[in-house]
């Protein structure tokens, strides 16, 4: 499922080729998405300036003068940009296109857990929306970071990759870079969040920080479906160190990584690493 770096890749690819262009239409081929796609949007967006094409948490948010279209990767969304003179057919799954500029710009989603929602008001009035309003901390936020983390746990008796994922303390951290970030740390995935102190706090945050600028280096992970607007699969797997690597020698110690299954989802640590 696209993460934070899978959706920062997308933005920062759509901002530097569509800012400051005009949409010249929407074309919904399928409005079934984890929401309909309104039926209103595509008048609303026509022949809008895009002021700025930017992310907050797992949203992708297309700033216009009039308001904001809210996009979602879901499960298996992708946006693909194709240039004028090397349009191919449309694919099957390809629900929406955008025209601009002479390119096009298709959102593809074949289970349909995306989204494309239309926020009236511009600006940053969008991060009221009931979808954004509740979301942590950007992890590259400057307030982020190990005081952050430590304040945002006290008392939690839940496991601290729980916490990541839940999104709440900081937004961003799915499983993979949860995984990651917490073997870097040196932190066992099952720790009780309100045990950890602020040193360990402040590894972790500074871990949380290297993985995921280094998966937007690498344009993300691709696991199953997730690809580049140029088409180009993520290459952030390559470089993990815990994750889906049972059964390897820890890159610190040697000792074999271990796999286990926490609240249904599988997470990787060293058992001599990552000590409770
Ligand atoms: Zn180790």
């Known amino acids: 499922m696209p993460e934070l770096p899978e959706v ?5 690819a759509l901002a530097q080729r569509f800012d400051g262009h005009q949409v010249e239409d929407i074309r919904v081929h399928d409005h079934r998405l984890r929401w309909p796609v309104p039926p209103s949007l595509p008048a609303k967006v026509r022949g809008q ?7 907050r948490g797992k949203y992708l948010l297309w700033h216009l003068p009039a308001g904001v279209v809210i996009s979602h990767l879901g499960m298996s969304g992708s946006w ?45 009035t969008v991060l009221g929306h009931p979808l954004l309003a509740d979301l ?6 400057t307030r982020f970071g190990g005081r952050w983390l430590w304040e ?20 961003g951290v799915g499983n993979i870079y949860a995984t990651e970030s917490l073997y870097h740390a040196r932190i066992h995935p099952d720790t009780e969040a309100g045990r950890i102190g602020p040193l360990r706090y402040d590894r972790l945050a500074a871990a949380i920080l290297q993985v995921l600028g280094r998966a937007i280096d690498v344009g993300g992970s691709t696991l199953r479906d997730f690809t580049s607007v140029e088409g180009a699969s993520g290459r952030y797997t390559e470089f993990a160190q815990a994750y889906n690597r049972a059964g390897l020698p820890c890159a610190r110690c040697g000792t074999a990584i271990r796999r286990a ?15 409770r």
């Open 8 to 12: 920062e890749v997308t933005a920062r």
């Open 49 to 55: 300036k895009i002021g700025h094409i930017g992310r």
């Open 80 to 124: 693909r940009v194709h240039e004028a003179g090397s349009i191919p057919p449309r694919q099957l799954h390809d629900h929406i296109e955008v025209l601009c500029d002479g390119a096009v710009a298709r959102f593809n989603d074949p289970r349909r857990f995306g989204a494309l929602l239309w926020h009236a008001g511009a600006g940053d």
């Open 136 to 141: 942590g901390i950007e992890p590259f936020d």
């Open 152 to 171: 945002a746990t006290r008392g939690r008796r839940v496991s601290i990759k729980q916490v990541l994922l839940a999104g709440k303390a900081v937004v």
């Open 261 to 275: 299954v926490q609240g249904q989802r599988a997470t990787y640590f060293c058992p001599r690493c990552q000590r």
